[in-house]
């Protein structure tokens, strides 16, 4: 797995642990949702200082996102759609 896979599968992993979107994600860290979704698919490569703020939103560690997954892990799961009922 090269960088860019790497990162992208812990991005998508650790934010959907923490069930928030890619919009609300992209939001706490000050990152342009487009450009989130775009490391999410690796058609774009993150710079440090977007990792960072990233990492920071999180509450995660830099080094987390370039955690190996286990050999023959599933991809990580992506969130159901739609909105969520309130009360």
Do not use: H
């Not at 979107?21 to 999410?40: H, I, M, N, P, T």
């Amino acid at each position: 797995m090269n960088g860019r896979a790497l990162i992208a599968w812990n991005l998508r992993r650790i934010r959907v642990s923490k069930g928030l979107s890619q919009e609300k994600l992209a939001a706490d860290a000050g990152v342009d949702r487009a450009y989130f979704a775009k490391l999410e698919r690796q058609t774009a490569n993150a710079g440090i200082d977007v990792l960072d703020k990233l990492a920071q939103a999180l509450s995660v560690e830099l080094s987390d996102f370039f955690a190996k997954p286990p050999e023959g892990a599933a991809p990580p799961a992506t969130l159901k759609g739609g909105r969520k009922k309130t009360g």
